[in-house]
């Protein structure tokens, strides 16, 4: 690399560049021409994805508590539950669904659709469980 490719004007990274933004702008001009219904769903769904895998949080913890008969420290142990779930959910969906979606490394409908149910899966519903199992374990050998 010599440098000059960043001097030229038809190097190749500006045009890639120039590519991915027109792209993004199509998505969007797509995206705006949908039903209102259509616009919520896509622009929030991730948050109601992380509020299922914060529920999913609470109701194992509720579930290792009774198991484990602890009856101290309920909000110290139900806030984790709910709020790292909620957190890592909705910042994992944006990573791996709607980022792709936007600049258009994810072409295919089925794809998508595969990555946001492997994420409301994996981090909405074993995530919290395997989250609440040792902070309760530890909650029932300390009280």
């Known amino acids: 690399m010599t440098g000059r490719e960043f001097l030229e004007l038809d190097s190749l990274q500006p045009r890639l560049y120039l590519e991915r933004f ?22 929030h769904g991730a948050y109601f994805l992380a509020a299922n895998s914060s529920l999913c949080g609470l109701a194992a913890n509720n579930f290792f508590r009774n198991i484990l008969h602890v009856r101290k420290a309920s909000l110290v142990s139900a806030l984790p539950m709910a709020v790292i779930p909620f957190l890592s959910t909705a910042a994992v969906y944006e990573v791996f669904v709607r980022q792709p979606l936007f600049s258009g490394e994810l072409n295919c409908e089925v794809c998508a659709v595969v990555r946001g149910g492997l994420v409301g899966t994996v981090l909405g519903g074993f995530y919290p469980i395997f989250l609440a199992l040792p902070m309760n374990a530890s909650l029932a050998a300390r009280y």
């Open 22 to 43: 027109k792209r993004m702008e199509v998505i969007h001009k797509i995206l705006s021409e949908l039903p209102k219904a259509d616009q919520n769903l896509f622009n």
